[in-house]
């Protein structure tokens, strides 16, 4: 070990993933085994991603963590498994450039500082806590020289969130529900990667950024308890739906994309109506933009457009094509205006190019856009919707090697 202060930092990024085919329901609480297998697609991490930095130092007298800014406490389970369990396959580490040598015995009795923060509202159904608790393995991996590959980092990923274990991968990812025990197989992979099926856009209506009323955890475990739907969903619909979601990604047939995708969503929000206490994550706003796309692909005579709904309001639209998408946007800022005082930037965020593709330049454009022709007395509800953000399949976690991007003080390991 080093004699004088020293700190040894890594910085990583990792995208949120959005399920299309639910993973709803643990047959084990405390290691996280689902009660079936699910897929989803990575979201372009320029638009959806959590920054995470991890430090060590022998100056550090207890484990830390700050989220956004505000230090949080380490003591759940959650965080402590995933500490543990990287702790566990931690090897040897020398930097010489900085003269740190760390053996490995040594990691049980170093801490570690750790800064994260989400670019995207935490706790309102954009699955924060998949892109956060996968960032914090991936880069404790990194920091402490695990030799593990992404597949069985996803395993350790997944104690923190279910669905974190599918945030390792960029693209569209499989988490196995495994069948052991202790939780061994319970892992996902990578199905294809980001480029395979590059041609889909993607645009989230945040209809709600608060917190939501009844937590993931907490709704799950009533669904398991009470809910009939949610056994019957487990054992005879989602191996079915799974196979058959696998080849529609391999051979890019969106119309069986997008059936199932929106099949699957619905019934996991009749699971959640099926538990008691009955689960409302959605509102008015999201059945509107569920009954706008839906009329859309009928006029269509063949699906443009796939939604799907996490535990929450927000509404992820998987578009087939730009034209697509750039109609999509169009009937969304009809029927779902920003408020007047809004700036149209702050309004619709990600890639913004899909604006000028659709001929919208500032609101006096929006307020131009003709109602569309499938919805009869089209309403516009200004406000509803608090903002879009469009995006797109993207690519897995990665180091961050600029200094500049890092969260922590290089010197001191604590926030900037």
Same mark, same amino acid.
Request: overall charge negative; hydrophobic content about 40%.
């Given at each position: 070990m080093?004699? /004088?202060?020293?700190?040894?930092m890594?910085?990583?990024?990792t995208?949120?993933?959005?399920?299309?085919i639910?993973y709803?329901?643990?047959?084990?609480?405390?290691?996280?085994l689902?009660?079936?297998?699910s897929?989803?697609v990575t979201?372009?991490?320029? $638009?959806l991603?959590?920054?995470t930095?991890?430090?060590?130092?022998?100056?550090?007298? =207890?484990d830390r963590?700050?989220?956004?800014g505000?230090?949080?406490?380490?003591?759940?389970?959650?965080? =402590?498994n995933?500490?543990r369990e990287?702790?566990?396959?931690?090897?040897?580490? #020398?930097?010489?450039?900085k003269?740190?040598k760390?053996? /490995?015995?040594d990691? #049980?009795k170093?801490h570690?500082h750790?800064?994260?923060?989400?670019n995207?509202p935490?706790?309102a159904?954009?699955?924060?806590s998949?892109?956060?608790?996968?960032?914090?393995?991936?880069?404790?991996?990194?920091?402490?020289?695990?030799k593990?590959?992404?597949?069985?980092?996803?395993?350790?990923?997944?104690q923190?969130?279910?669905s974190?274990?599918?945030?390792l991968?960029g693209?569209?990812?499989?988490w196995i529900?495994?069948?052991?025990?202790?939780?061994?197989?319970?892992l996902a992979?990578?199905?294809?990667?980001?480029? $395979?099926w590059d041609e889909?856009?993607?645009?989230?209506?945040v209809?709600c950024?608060?917190?939501?009323?009844?937590s993931?955890?907490?709704?799950?475990?009533d669904?398991?308890e009470?809910?009939?739907l949610?056994?019957?969903?487990?054992?005879e619909?989602?191996p /079915?739906?799974?196979?058959?979601?696998e080849?529609?990604?391999?051979?890019?047939?969106?119309?069986?994309?997008? =059936?199932?995708?929106?099949?699957?969503?619905n019934q996991f $929000?009749?699971?959640?109506l099926d538990?008691?206490?009955?689960?409302?994550?959605?509102?008015d706003t999201?059945?509107?933009?569920?009954?706008?796309?839906?009329?859309w692909?009928?006029?269509?005579g063949?699906p =443009?457009v796939?939604?799907?709904?996490?535990a929450?309001?927000?509404a992820?639209l998987?578009?087939?094509?730009?034209?697509?998408?750039?109609?999509?946007?169009q009937?969304?800022?009809?029927?779902?205006?920003?408020s007047?005082d809004?700036d149209?930037?702050?309004?619709?965020i990600?890639?913004?190019s899909?604006l000028?593709?659709?001929g919208?330049e500032?609101m006096?454009?929006v307020?131009?856009?003709p109602?569309?022709p #499938?919805?009869?007395?089209?309403?516009?509800s200004?406000?509803?919707?608090?903002y879009?953000i469009?995006?797109?399949?993207?690519?897995?976690?990665?180091?961050?090697?600029? #200094?500049?991007q890092?969260?922590?003080h290089?010197?001191?390991?604590?926030?900037?």
């Amino acid at each position: 070990m080093a004699e /004088k202060p020293w700190v040894r930092m890594v910085t990583a990024q990792t995208p949120t993933n959005i399920a299309v085919i639910k993973y709803w329901g643990k047959r084990d609480e405390t290691l996280i085994l689902p009660v079936n297998d699910s897929i989803s697609v990575t979201l372009d991490p320029a $638009h959806l991603c959590t920054t995470t930095t991890v430090a060590v130092s022998s100056s550090f007298d =207890q484990d830390r963590m700050w989220l956004n800014g505000k230090e949080i406490s380490l003591s759940g389970g959650r965080f =402590q498994n995933c500490l543990r369990e990287i702790r566990a396959r931690a090897c040897d580490v #020398e930097d010489e450039e900085k003269g740190i040598k760390i053996a /490995k015995k040594d990691w #049980e009795k170093l801490h570690v500082h750790i800064a994260s923060f989400n670019n995207f509202p935490t706790a309102a159904g954009l699955a924060s806590s998949a892109a956060g608790f996968a960032c914090l393995v991936f880069a404790l991996a990194k920091l402490m020289n695990a030799k593990e590959d992404n597949s069985e980092l996803s395993a350790i990923a997944r104690q923190g969130s279910g669905s974190a274990c599918r945030s390792l991968f960029g693209g569209f990812v499989k988490w196995i529900m495994g069948k052991a025990e202790d939780g061994r197989d319970s892992l996902a992979v990578q199905l294809v990667d980001e480029k $395979h099926w590059d041609e889909l856009v993607i645009i989230i209506a945040v209809v709600c950024s608060r917190q939501k009323e009844t937590s993931s955890t907490t709704g799950m475990r009533d669904s398991v308890e009470t809910s009939l739907l949610l056994k019957h969903r487990a054992k005879e619909v989602v191996p /079915k739906r799974i196979t058959e979601m696998e080849e529609a990604i391999k051979t890019r047939d969106f119309e069986s994309f997008a =059936q199932l995708t929106c099949a699957d969503s619905n019934q996991f $929000h009749a699971v959640c109506l099926d538990t008691c206490p009955p689960i409302f994550y959605m509102n008015d706003t999201s059945h509107r933009i569920i009954s706008c796309v839906e009329k859309w692909n009928r006029s269509e005579g063949t699906p =443009q457009v796939a939604y799907t709904f996490d535990a929450g309001p927000n509404a992820v639209l998987i578009a087939h094509n730009r034209k697509a998408a750039t109609q999509l946007l169009q009937k969304l800022l009809f029927c779902f205006p920003p408020s007047s005082d809004t700036d149209l930037n702050s309004y619709v965020i990600g890639d913004k190019s899909i604006l000028k593709d659709a001929g919208i330049e500032d609101m006096k454009d929006v307020e131009a856009l003709p109602p569309p022709p #499938e919805i009869k007395d089209a309403q516009r509800s200004k406000g509803d919707v608090s903002y879009f953000i469009c995006t797109k399949p993207g690519r897995g976690p990665v180091l961050l090697s600029d #200094e500049s991007q890092a969260l922590l003080h290089p010197e001191t390991g604590l926030p900037k």
